[in-house]
């Protein structure tokens, strides 16, 4: 088993009415990846965070084993959900495999 989490900050551009859409849709998208990418197990995406973190959202994934997580990151639905709805409006990327 292993877990992939990744951090994120909204882009300074984005606007705050937009943001409760984004991250309904980086939601349904990243979580919808399970059953599309081999040896990914489990999406959890974190929309509310705690007051006092560093970061707005993050992402959760647990994997079959450590070399899943390089397959989920070249896989084209990942990368289709990547390009259109994550990468235009993130910065301040953290992210930690374990």
């Not at 509310?48 to 450590?66: R, W």
């Not at 896989?75 to 409006?89: G, L, T």
Request: hydrophobic share 45%; with cysteine.
């Amino acid at each position: 088993m292993a877990t992939h989490v990744v951090m994120w900050n909204f882009k300074s551009d984005v606007a705050p009415e937009d943001k409760p859409k984004l991250l309904a849709e980086m939601k349904e998208r990243l979580e919808a990846l399970v059953g599309q990418v081999p040896g990914l197990l489990k999406v959890q995406f974190i929309t509310a965070p705690l007051p006092g973190t560093t970061h707005e959202m993050a992402l959760v994934t647990e994997h079959s084993d450590p070399g899943d997580i390089a397959v989920y990151a070249s896989h084209p639905a990942h990368i289709a959900v990547a390009d259109a709805c994550v990468r235009p409006y993130t910065c301040d990327r953290a992210c930690l495999n374990f």
